[in-house]
């Protein structure tokens, strides 16, 4: 294992003597022994020590204090202070230089390895933290650009769901400018979400699951900000946890998505399917739909009354299976559908055969929706 490298600063050369053999038998290695500030700065820049054991009261216009500030500043090296005493004054001083920790003259040599093994744990836990700040800023960096950038109108927030970034595309949606919006809890008022929705949100925020949200937007004010033009629309909100190497919470990135249009389809697909619906219910005629096999999967009342079977039975049988079974009037009867597969429309004259074993006549029209369906429209002929 590498021996960590430590910097001594001290001004009385029996002590930093003394010092040095007690790092030396811990297994330390000294790197270099300087009496001032200056040269401790010089020497911290040269020699990239691990730690450096820094007295307190050192000659020249530079103490230990000033000297660990600038080492702390410019090359973010730990510090541990070494002194006969501490005054209040020295304290407070001492405070502001973030020591990694403090041992007392004369020095002993338990105290001097507890508290570097200490130091050195705490300083690379600390590089560690630093590295994956960094690592996790230039990621928000970049995402900050994407956001910016996307078509979709997205913010951040930060971990306790205080907005922190908003785009382009949501300024405009909302009609609201940057300083309106940042500083904001959660865009949406209570009366956007419902109890589930607000508990999905929580969610986010504290099991951090990523969330997908459906909503009624009632755009007439974001935290009591009062929109020019308000907007009433349905939207799609997802919310996406970023969360750090040590896995916490570090932000929530929130896309929101106007799905009126979507909406609005659906509903106009779901009326015209109700419409259609009724119409095939309520037709006077017998209605089937048949599939590439020839069998039927959906039928309307009116053919049950026509074939005398039921809904469930007509949905367990085919077209051969109560067409008629003479061979000559098969051949009459294909006809049509042969026109409807090759073509997509056909007509003509079938025979089928009731339940009870009677055989009918039925005038039929017929078209193929799709590539596996085609509906059959039937009207039973009298004798």
């Known amino acids: ?199 999905a949100v929580a969610e986010v925020y504290e099991q951090k699951m990523t969330q997908k949200l459906e909503l009624y937007w009632e755009g007439a004010k974001v935290n009591n900000v009062e929109f020019e033009d308000p907007i009433d629309t349905w939207v799609e909100v997802y919310l996406f946890p970023i969360i750090d190497n040590f896995g916490n919470l570090k932000n929530v990135v929130c896309q929101w998505i106007d799905i009126s249009c979507l909406k609005q389809t659906a509903n106009e697909l779901s009326t015209r399917e109700n419409k259609y619906h009724a119409l095939f219910e309520n037709s006077p005629y017998g209605v089937f739909l048949v599939d590439n096999n020839a069998k039927y999967i959906e039928v309307n009342d009116a053919a049950c009354e026509m074939t005398g079977y039921s809904k469930e039975e007509l949905l367990c049988l085919s077209i051969p299976e109560i067409s008629s079974p003479d061979e000559e009037i098969q051949k009459q009867d294909i006809k049509p559908f042969l026109d409807i597969k090759n073509t997509g429309k056909g007509e003509g004259i079938i025979h089928l055969v009731h339940k009870d074993g009677s055989l009918f006549k039925a005038k039929l029209k017929g078209v193929k929706i799709d590539s596996n369906t085609v509906v059959d429209i039937c009207e039973k002929l009298k004798e």
């Open 1 to 199: 294992m590498e021996k960590a490298k430590i910097l001594i600063v001290e001004d009385e050369a029996i002590i930093a003597m003394e010092v040095e053999s007690q790092l030396q038998g811990l297994g330390y290695e000294v790197t270099s022994i300087v009496d001032t500030g200056v040269k401790a700065i010089k020497k911290a820049e040269e020699d990239k020590p691990d730690i450096i054991l820094m007295d307190i009261r050192i000659k020249g216009e530079m103490d230990g204090i000033g000297a660990a500030e600038v080492i702390r500043n410019r090359f973010g090296i730990p510090v541990i202070f070494s002194t006969a005493y501490l005054d209040e004054e020295r304290i407070e001083r001492a405070k502001i230089t973030m020591p990694f920790g403090y041992v007392l003259k004369p020095i002993q040599e338990r105290d001097l390895k507890v508290t570097i093994e200490m130091a050195l744990y705490v300083s690379k836990v600390d590089a560690e933290r630093r590295k994956a700040d960094q690592k996790l800023n230039e990621q928000l960096d970049f995402l900050d650009s994407i956001v910016e950038q996307s078509g979709f109108a997205m913010w951040i927030s930060d971990s306790k769901g205080i907005m922190i970034k908003s785009n382009k595309k949501l300024r405009e949606t909302l009609n609201l400018t940057n300083e309106q919006l940042i500083g904001k809890y959660n865009i949406f008022s209570d009366k956007n979400l419902s109890k589930d929705q607000l508990k």
